[in-house]
């Protein structure tokens, strides 16, 4: 019943071979997106020549949380890019380490989740580059994730977010040729996307991917974003470190997936889901608007996986807007280097936190000091984007709050950073979980066509829904070589 629909549409399928023989498309499999050493030499060759960000083919072999971190003809690396963040910033003695997200295609990570949305129907033919319209909802990187890949692909994408996103975002999806459409509000009026898209869905030259309950979103986190976290804490742990917890903010909840695979390989592991305080819709059923750009609230997405989660962490959206500007600013810069003694090189990664990857480590944070973790601990998050995205908002803040000073910044490292406390979380038991899961029914099943039963099976029929899902990447992968072998371009490397 949650299974992704892998059923082969052949008309289509033969216009998208067609047209990805036309633009020299080839498609990674997920297995390569996972371990890109195996990806063709010829093709790691030819990357060499290609910006990170060029609307290029190659690129979609760039969809890997272990490129070099380069700007242009970079390769791959064992570990993913990361930051750890030391006791002297976080105020805490357990190790938290972030993996960036700065280094895929865009920026930003979510150009994977998009890819896991589209590649399903890409290569069964469901989805007609000659035909289909590609619509990306968002709260403002997931459509851009998806407009770069439809511009790689041949095809046209179409973009729905909030007004309120950032400049950056807009001018971004401009560029790229993609049709853009502003909904009102701000990251948390999720509902007026919703309601966008079902007009579009009247059209039939329109196809939605809806990363809030497209399945391709969480098959690709749990086998790619999971492993690559699981990499990780295996490079960077030392002798009796255990892996204690792993914190994401909701977003389209695609993320959380990556901790289904952690708490499968590390038992005892911990889960903790972000929200902002201003909308606390998991913590006590809350409603509002806030400022964590890259997540969005007042619904709880379908393809969250509830009963695996253990704890809602509410983070204030002022915190994370004043540690962008704190790391972003030749103030903050000063104060971090001459105060608390962090070096450059730590200096430089602290610009690769965007908004809701600050939120993401103040997430790690408040769990750590919940559950009391020593220097034995380790708690990973993920850095979805960068700071790239956000020096708008930095400008904004000076010009609300006034010129920006050291001493500035030291108070507001304190009181925003050092400052934070356990309240405004709440470790779930089973029926908290199930209290949170039954708030998908008045999205999902009164709003947006899916049924009881449907929702019911994705409580109790855990094997039949989320562990097929995750299974699939091994069909998946297999489609997609067949895919590949029916262009003949491998064959001409």
């Known amino acids: ?62 969809i890997t949380w272990k490129n070099e ?44 989740a998009s890819f896991g949305c589209l590649a399903p129907r890409l290569v069964t033919g469901q989805f007609d580059v000659t035909r289909h319209k590609a619509v990306w909802p968002s709260t403002g990187n997931y459509c851009r994730g998806g407009a770069f890949n439809s ?103 695609g993320t959380l997936s990556a901790g289904d695979l952690l708490k499968e390989r590390y038992p005892g592991l911990k889960l903790g889901v972000g929200e902002a305080l201003q909308c606390p819709t998991i913590l006590n059923n809350g409603f509002g608007g806030h400022r964590i750009e890259g997540i969005g609230d007042k619904h709880i997405p379908w393809i969250h996986n509830v009963k695996n989660t253990d704890m809602v962490i509410d983070i204030d959206d002022e915190d994370s807007q004043r540690l962008l500007r704190l790391f972003n600013t030749p103030q903050g810069r000063q104060y971090l280097r001459e105060e608390l003694g962090l070096k450059e090189e730590l200096l430089e990664k602290l610009t690769w936190l965007g908004i809701s990857g600050i939120a993401n480590v103040l997430c790690c944070i408040k769990m750590a000091k919940y559950y009391e973790l020593t220097e034995r601990d380790v708690v990973a998050t993920v850095l979805t984007d960068s700071a790239v995205m956000y020096q708008s908002r930095i400008d904004e803040l000076n010009q609300r709050l006034g010129a920006y000073t050291v001493c500035q910044a030291a108070l507001e490292h304190g009181v925003h950073l050092l400052g934070l406390k356990t309240d405004h979380m709440m470790e779930l038991n089973y029926q908290d979980r199930k209290r949170v899961h039954n708030l998908k029914y008045y999205t999902w099943v009164e709003q947006q066509g899916r049924t009881a039963q449907e929702l019911d099976a994705l409580w109790y029929d855990t094997e039949g829904t989320w562990d097929a899902v995750h299974a699939q990447a091994a069909e998946l992968d297999q489609l997609i070589c067949a895919f590949n072998d029916a262009t003949g371009l491998l064959k001409d490397l």
């Open 1 to 62: 019943m949650g299974k992704i629909d892998l059923t082969l549409c052949p008309e289509g399928l033969s216009h998208n071979i067609a047209k990805a023989r036309e633009l020299g498309i080839i498609i990674p499999t997920i297995e390569q997106m996972r371990h890109p050493e195996t990806i063709p030499q010829s093709i790691q060759d030819r990357l060499k020549k290609v910006g990170l960000w060029d609307v290029d083919p190659l690129n979609l072999f760039r």
């Open 69 to 112: 971190a380069e700007e242009s003809g970079g390769g791959y690396q064992a570990v993913p890019n990361y930051v750890e963040l030391p006791t002297a910033l976080t105020g805490v003695p357990c190790r938290i380490v972030a993996m960036a997200g700065k280094w895929f295609p865009t920026g930003c990570h979510k150009v994977g």
């Open 151 to 253: 511009r790689l692909l041949g095809a046209q994408g179409v973009a729905i977010l909030p007004a309120e996103m950032s400049r950056e975002r807009f001018d971004w999806l401009h560029e790229i040729g993609a049709e853009v459409i502003a909904t009102p509000g701000c990251e948390s009026n999720v509902k007026e996307i919703f309601d966008k898209t079902n007009e579009l869905k009247a059209d039939p030259r329109y196809m939605i991917f809806n990363q809030f309950e497209e399945m391709g979103n969480p098959l690709w986190h749990y086998n790619v974003t999971g492993y690559a976290l699981a990499d990780l804490f295996e490079a960077v742990k030392g002798p009796g470190d255990r892996f204690a917890g792993a914190c994401f903010t909701s977003g389209s909840a």
